[in-house]
């Protein structure tokens, strides 16, 4: 079985690629990594992406207080090496460039697997021989988009809050759910844990579940989602709702120590 990785600069992202190639060296074919700086068009990653891990400050403008210090210092303890071989690791400007698509035509691979990044088009949905997959911090249909997680907490919805393995659509997080998996906050002490422990355990979804087709041959089943759901822009996360969700995760907290 032949995978393809697309995913962003971020450590969680490079933990992700990292953890594929730990659990599939000789399956993974290549990792694409959406960079974001025309410099980086068609380059190997390695040193690009050490800085990137350095120097995401441009990042938290457009994603919100899930890039501050707290976070990064946190996120980063994902990554204790980086142990892929780079020549078969890409970095591109745009998911959905030609540069993609060529590198994902040539490979011929079976399956896809996406962590962050745009939308993907359906020139590259095509590809894969399989299917395609993609991990969603957030429980579908009810939270899509950005910030799934923190919207949940926000709403103190506490029954949604948790991940979804999708099915790749052209449409933000409207594939076919293959799996949800509900986070108890009792496994985190705040929200930037609580994005930590949500990526880990996305993670670790996906790759139980592509052993599981290499193991049977079959693909999973899947569930359509048969209502619409909100979907959330990152422009949506604004302070006041920040400023909410983490006096919700002070209140849980709280009352946890008090049982």
């Not at 441009?58 to 994902?78: A, E, M, V």
């Not at 393995?165 to 929200?191: F, M, P, W």
Request: hydrophobic share 35%; glycine share 6%.
């Amino acid at each position: 079985m032949r995978i393809g990785l697309t995913t962003g600069p971020l450590p969680h992202h490079r933990f992700f690629i990292q953890r594929f190639f730990e659990e599939f060296n000789d399956e993974l074919i290549f990792s694409i990594t959406q960079i974001n700086t025309k410099r980086s068009r068609g380059s190997k990653i390695s040193n690009l992406a050490k800085k990137s891990f350095q120097h995401l400050s441009g990042w938290d403008s457009t994603q919100s207080y899930l890039l501050s210090r707290i976070y990064n210092k946190k996120s980063r303890k994902l990554l204790e090496s980086v142990n892929f071989p780079h020549e078969i690791d890409f970095a591109v400007d745009d998911i959905n460039s030609d540069l993609s698509e060529n590198i994902i035509r040539e490979n011929d691979i079976d399956i896809l697997v996406v962590f962050g990044g745009k939308i993907i088009k359906k020139n590259i949905l095509c590809l894969p021989k399989r299917e395609s997959y993609t991990l969603h911090l957030g429980w579908c249909p009810d939270y899509r988009g950005s910030h799934g997680l923190h919207w949940a907490i926000h709403d103190e919805n506490y029954s949604k809050l948790g991940l979804s393995i999708l099915t790749l659509s052209d449409r933000v997080d409207a594939g076919e759910i293959v799996l949800r998996r509900r986070i108890e906050t009792k496994s985190v002490k705040d929200e930037y844990d609580l994005m930590i422990f949500a990526q880990k355990l996305a993670i670790e979804e996906i790759i139980k579940v592509i052993k599981t087709i290499k193991e049977t041959g079959k693909l999973p089943s899947t569930e359509a989602q048969n209502k619409i759901g909100n979907v959330f822009l990152s422009k949506d996360f604004t302070p006041r709702i920040k400023g909410c969700v983490r006096k919700n995760m002070k209140k849980i907290k709280l009352f946890e120590a008090s049982q």
